[in-house]
């Protein structure tokens, strides 16, 4: 079984550009989220969706975005990018039938803004 | 505020040696407390899953202990391998969390020397 898969893993861009990352789940799974890591804020949870629709959002300011296709695929779209974006973004996924559902992670998106 | 505490920051010890991870936190109520390792450059990947009224959970030679009552956790090592050089995160769920919105810990970071 193929598991969470990002695109691209490297990206690098400039202040003010904007970005989309793209996920896919492992198959089945409904819930995919996303987070960001830092090595100064660790990992921070962005927001969740679910049948395409957005379940929870985190404390992130509204640049960062995201949807979900009907086949579970989620892209995370950020626009006006910062210096402080440059990060490990990473797309989780899940059947999320019950709290207790293990979540499966992907390998990353290095996004570096320069 | 709900937040996860892991220490220490960092460890380095010698092949086959065991060691203790410890996470200590404040989310109440909770519904699971998970441990991850994270390789440098790739995504966490899951070794314990433990919900508020377990105890224990075993994962080959990873083994995982809470007590719920002073909000705390262990994540034991035993007989260290260098595939076990990674940083270890402590993740958990609020009880109200019916997304993927975790409290993440900063993470330990393990190195395991010839």
């Known amino acids: 079984k193929a598991g969470v898969t990002q695109t691209p893993r490297y990206l690098i861009k400039t202040r003010g550009q904007q970005v989309t990352l793209s996920c896919s789940p492992i198959?089945?799974?409904?819930?995919v989220s996303w987070y960001q890591q830092t090595p100064g804020q660790g990992l921070q949870f962005l927001f969740e969706?679910?049948?395409?629709?957005?379940?929870n959002k985190g404390n992130f300011p509204g640049r960062f975005s995201g949807r979900q296709f009907s086949n579970s695929r989620s892209e995370m779209n950020v626009s006006t990018l910062e210096l402080g974006d440059s990060a490990l973004y990473l797309c989780?996924?899940?059947?999320?039938?019950?709290?207790?559902?293990?979540?499966?992670f992907g390998n990353g998106t290095r996004l570096t803004v320069t | 505020k709900n937040q996860v505490e892991q220490s220490p920051q960092s460890l380095i010890i010698l092949e086959g040696k065991n060691c203790t991870l410890q996470?200590?936190?404040?989310?109440?109520?909770?519904?699971?407390l998970r441990w991850y390792k994270q390789d440098t450059g790739r995504g966490p990947v899951s070794l314990t899953i433990?919900?508020?009224?377990?105890n224990t959970k075993s994962n080959g030679r990873y083994t995982a202990t809470l007590d719920a009552d002073t909000k705390q956790s262990s994540l034991h090592i035993t007989a260290s391998q260098l595939s076990d050089s990674a940083s270890y995160i402590c993740?958990?769920?609020?009880?109200?969390?019916?997304?993927?919105?975790?409290?993440f810990g900063p993470g330990t970071r393990l190195s395991v020397l010839p």
């Open positions: 989780a996924s899940s059947l999320a039938v019950s709290p207790n559902s293990p979540l499966h």
């Open positions: 198959s089945g799974h409904r819930s």
């Open positions: 969706y679910f049948s395409e629709t957005q379940r």
């Open positions: 996470c200590n936190y404040t989310v109440s109520p909770f519904s699971n």
């Open positions: 433990m919900t508020f009224s377990e």
């Open positions: 993740v958990v769920s609020p009880r109200d969390n019916y997304g993927q919105n975790f409290v």
